[in-house]
């Protein structure tokens, strides 16, 4: 949808807590991943995120990409919280 309308800020909400699945959704055009498990605590940052232009990842995630998620996922700085 993203690459349809550009204007689009796509938000997934997945249960896959691995790299191999963010990294799919981000390269085609969400600009945000959360997990479910941490919807409650996240999910009104993340997507506060995505409304701005910025890329949202839950902690988790975060964790796992901080050497490589600038050239994984895109050429916008991540946030997470």
């Known amino acids: 949808m993203h ?4 204007d689009i800020q796509v938000v997934i909400l997945s249960m896959y807590n691995d ?3 963010a ?6 055009g ?3 991943y959360i997990l479910k498990e941490d ?3 996240h999910l009104e940052r993340a997507v506060k995120a995505a409304a701005s232009g910025q890329v ?7 964790d796992l990409t901080a050497p490589i998620r ?3 996922f895109c050429e916008k700085e991540v ?3």
Do not use: F, G, I, W
């Open 3 to 6: 690459h349809q309308r550009s």
């Open 19 to 21: 790299l191999a699945h």
């Open 23 to 28: 990294s799919a959704a981000m390269q085609n």
């Open 30 to 32: 969400a600009s945000t």
């Open 39 to 41: 919807v409650v605590t």
């Open 56 to 62: 949202y990842l839950s902690p988790s995630l975060s």
């Open 70 to 72: 600038r050239d994984m």
């Open 79 to 81: 946030v997470s919280y």
